[in-house]
């Protein structure tokens, strides 16, 4: 068991480094500014932007997502800003924890969505990295944490009930592993993770209807964001998928 569980992973790990170094490549451009995501995807993609930066001797600025992301630019000594200075992106290279076949998305399973979708809304051009399992027909096919929100901490409960009673399903506050009490986002709040069953869902309109809400900030419903997903399939193969849903490929990686 302990084999197959070891085996299973390393799968894992492959396509996410498959798919991050294929995203990077076509999109990464010498004099630009690029946003970075979070999650475990990420850290592929950012050691293959480190590569062509070096290699290249590229002039490129790097804003994060989250502290994390903060720390993988550090790591491979890749100019920092932000957004005050540099207000407009030219790329953001992210993960997702779900992506529809509308190229829909569910991020914050990691609890960076606020800043995520801030930093997304910047770019030009927002690209996801996945392995295999995060793409599926519809939200909540594969990821059945339900749709993170990210919430002033005063009113969590009132929100909880809110959501509840216009639009059913169960939710709940995200409660943290390693102390008592809940998970703490880097900007302070806390996330409640919705999960809402109807696989005909308009989350476009409920993701309107959502933030609509006081003290609900933001949610991890990525509407008509993305422009481009790249899945690392188990064959070795990259799946990409454009915004146009009738538009999917396969690419072999040689």
């Known amino acids: 068991m302990n084999v197959f569980r070891k085996l ?9 480094k498959i798919a991050s170094t294929k995203a ?3 999109f990464l451009k010498n004099n630009t500014v690029v946003g970075i995501g979070s999650g475990s995807t990420i850290v592929y993609a950012v050691e293959r932007i480190a590569e062509h930066v070096k290699n290249n ?3 490129l600025k790097f804003v994060p997502t989250s502290f994390q992301a903060k720390q993988l630019i550090h790591k491979y000594n890749l100019p920092l800003t932000d957004l005050e200075s540099n207000p407009e992106l030219d790329l953001c290279i992210d993960g997702a924890d779900e992506v529809d076949g509308k190229l829909n998305l569910i991020k914050g399973g990691g609890g960076c969505l606020l800043q995520e979708k801030i930093v997304a809304s910047c770019a030009k051009t927002l690209v996801i990295v996945a392995d295999n399992t995060k793409n599926s027909t519809y939200l909540g096919e594969k990821y059945k944490k339900g749709i993170p929100i990210e919430v002033v901490p005063l009113c969590y409960l009132p929100i909880m009930n809110k959501i509840r009673n216009k639009f059913g399903g169960t939710i709940s506050l995200r409660m943290a592993q390693c102390k008592a009490g809940p998970v703490i986002t880097d900007n ?3 996330i409640l993770d919705w999960i809402h069953s109807d696989i005909e869902a308009n989350w476009e309109k409920i ?3 959502l933030l609509q809400i006081p003290g609900l900030i933001e949610t991890g419903l990525f509407i008509n964001m993305a ?3 790249y899945f ?8 990409v998928q454009l915004n146009n849903a009738d538009e999917i490929k396969r690419n072999d990686l040689q």
């Open 188 to 190: 302070g709040n806390f």
């Open 232 to 239: 690392g399939m188990p064959d070795g193969s990259v799946k």
């Open 227 to 229: 422009y481009k997903a």
């Open 8 to 16: 299973t992973t390393m799968s894992l790990e492959s396509a996410k």
């Open 24 to 26: 990077v490549d076509d």
């Open 57 to 59: 001797q590229w002039n």
């Open 207 to 209: 993701n309107v209807e």
